[in-house]
């Protein structure tokens, strides 16, 4: 009997995912099912596998859904994370597997009971991040503690960038998934974490000039800035009592001083719109946030509102993006400032044909061994091969199937809606993904607390 | 037959209120119920008045608050905004006149066509600011129209400040209205006015670094920063076509610049909450908002994150808080930032017995009349008497009492829900005002469009 995975959404980060199953559909007898509402975008070479089968599903559509979920083994969604919520109660109802990237809503946390009651295994959070850093910091938190060692201090931050042999603008950063998280990232409140026992806070006007620098060998320099709540996983992880907690954001360094001129002039702000934006030019969007002048250019009265030299390489980016330019117009109707940025942005920060993305993820682990303080280091990074062929396709879409293999398999079968925090998950999964090319360097380091590399400018 | 008038809620602000109706209870043959659900702080004098009564009264008490209304001629309301459409719906159902110094809300400004329909007058927004900024305002805007000027130009100013002779501290501020507006000001969206004809717009982490002078003889330099929109009374005073529209608020000069320390901070934050806050001291609270270090003071840690040098006054301007003080705690549990700074300002900036108020206010109009750019700049200065009879009661309190005599003696009689915008209101009020030393100093100066004197830094 072949065993029937059901993939709702195929955008464009299913590459890798797809693939994964279609290799091994003979091996492993798999039938897959990839049904979208709009199924028009799905590559020919994986319409036409014997082993597929593309159906038009709108999940609005009950009948259609419920019948799709009952005739198949186990259910992976990739579509929002607001409608998952719908297909996991149909999963419930036909105690079928269930598998998604998202985060765990409170919703599908609530069912978790009746999960566990019918024996499924409900796998969240199971992409790159979250999903790779829970896997590759559990598991090496986990051999601290089966040590003996006592943690003391986590650190993880992660990055999509642009590979560095595609990396030819002077922000160093190309769009690589969402551009709206990007131009909001940081917005909601002020960022928390924890730094050597005490509670640290940053208001998000701030969050740009208080970054970390990262080495890593063969790669060069990043920077990191704070995530809004680094204390999310403190109890999933056990780190109740450890005296540092940050989890953060990568970018090559001086793109978050840069970034900072955007959140100072006020242009990643989501919470109005403008009323005549449609049509505005670069540069008039740019005077909105500048103090009016009969004589002074929109240039000097930036340069001077942010104290920036006209050598300043601050300055050669604005300049890079065409930002003062008086004929780019936005047509965007009653668009928010954020939004209108985006626009700026996608215009020059877009994957050309032949640019190629870079995944950067980096732990630190703190700990107490034997009376003795240490710490370990550990990084990964991951280069994509093609536009389609995404480094972010491929951390995200590869844990995603790997883990719905191994769960028809009888190799994951704890029962529950969970995240892969555990032995059981992340030991195989981190193993296989090594055969893809993905894996941590660990390097030992002495133990600081903190980061001599720290700039808070 | 005397008139009875009846006000519900009997705060600090009412002292001028009740003192102008006792004064003139004989000549005007008045009777006064004071009704508040807290009576134990009513002055004796006002009390044992024999024209005063009263009542203790809970407004969500239906039959004593519509008892009340409907015993009475006309009922001024001076509790928070959100408890007065009950009582406006107890007037409109028993024909009586209704009196606010608050802004017209959308549920009370939806009641006008029953209002004019019984032909009672509904007059808001009649106290300081809104109030006297309108009449003011408006006089002169009239004035400019009827001799056939067009107007170009108008930013209005208002600030509750100390008086000169009691101005001791380094911030040239204290408390004399409610702290918690103080600390909240400016938040909830950026900043939105009119210069020459565009649109500006200022994010709340820049909005007091955006300040323009103003001089007052007599009284020396000012500072203003953005109100959130000043677009509001666009409409209301007919000026759709205006080129330059700004309301702010009124500082000495440097306050703005000192609070912005603040605002960098992240003190002024009222969205979440400090788990730890209670007994929190004043350095571990400014710590809270400061890079991790070892080593380093958290004198030093501000002085370089905020970039100000030990021999700066913004640095004497924190010591005088004692911001830095291990001893000194906040005694607020699960508080927000801004409630621990609110705390921590009421320690230093809660007005001293023999302390008084002063009110300022500034205006600028400008308009072309004949082919001719003109401006005239109109100001005034009103001083408390003590921490009793302060400025603010006094300019808060008397447009409301005058207004409600004005209205039960049949000189404001155009009825509907309004505010203070038109002549049968303000040339009387004015008038009036002038007896007890509150009015307006008007300067021909050249017409300029915008301030030289702003500062953008």
Chains 1, 2 share one sequence.
Not at 259 to 280: A, C, H, P
Request: charged share 25%; with cysteine; proline share 4%.
């Amino acid at each position: 009997m072949p065993r029937k995975i059901l993939i709702v959404g195929a955008g464009k980060s299913t590459s890798y995912l797809l693939d994964y199953f279609l290799k091994k559909a003979l091996s492993e007898n798999l039938l897959l099912t990839i049904a979208d509402i709009d199924i028009g975008h799905i590559p020919e070479g994986v319409k036409n596998h014997t082993a597929c089968t593309v159906a038009q599903l709108d999940i609005l559509n009950i009948k259609s859904r419920r019948e799709h979920v009952q005739s198949h083994d186990i259910v992976i969604s990739m579509l929002p994370a607001k409608l998952h919520i719908e297909i996991a109660h149909d999963c419930i109802d036909f105690r079928k597997h269930f598998v998604t990237a998202s985060y765990v809503s409170e919703e599908l946390k609530s069912l978790d009971e009746k999960v566990k009651e019918k024996g499924l295994v409900f796998m969240n959070e199971i992409g790159l991040d979250p999903g790779i850093d829970h896997m590759s910091a559990m598991q090496i938190i986990d051999r601290i503690r089966e040590e003996g060692g006592k943690m003391l201090l986590f650190e993880s931050f992660t990055g999509g960038l642009v590979a560095p042999e595609c990396d030819n603008n002077l922000w160093n950063y190309k769009f690589t998934w969402n551009p709206r998280n990007v131009v909001l990232a940081g917005q909601g409140g002020a960022a928390k974490f924890i730094q050597e026992g005490t509670y640290k806070y940053i208001p998000y006007h701030r969050l740009f000039r208080r970054t970390e620098f990262f080495d890593i060998e063969g790669f060069g320099r990043f920077e990191g800035y704070a995530n809004r709540d680094s204390l999310n996983y403190r109890e999933a992880y056990g780190l109740q009592d450890v005296l540092t907690l940050y989890r953060g954001t990568m970018r090559r360094v001086g793109f978050s001083k840069a970034w900072n001129m955007f959140v100072q002039l006020g242009m990643t702000d989501d919470s109005y719109t403008i009323e005549n934006s449609e049509g505005m030019s670069y540069r008039e969007f740019v005077n909105l946030f500048l103090p009016y002048s009969p004589t002074d250019s929109v240039e000097l009265k930036l340069r001077h509102y942010l104290k920036i030299d006209q050598d300043d390489i601050m300055w050669e980016k604005l300049l890079e993006l065409n930002l003062f330019d008086s004929t780019k117009k936005i047509a965007l109707k009653n668009a928010t400032p954020a939004q209108m940025l985006q626009k700026i942005l996608e215009d020059n920060w877009t994957l050309g044909p032949s640019d190629k993305d870079m995944i950067v993820m980096y732990h630190k682990f703190g700990y107490e061994l034997n009376g003795i303080k240490k710490q370990i280091d550990a990084n990964t990074v991951v280069i994509g091969e093609n536009r389609m062929h995404t480094a972010m396709a491929k951390t995200v879409g590869l844990p995603v199937a790997m883990a719905t293999l191994a769960i028809l398999n009888g190799k994951i079968v704890t029962p529950g809606v969970q995240i892969p925090i555990r032995k059981e998950v992340y030991d195989p999964i981190l193993a296989e993904l090594k055969k893809y090319g993905i894996s941590f360097q660990e390097h030992n380091v002495p133990y600081l607390g903190y980061n001599p590399d720290s700039t808070v400018g």
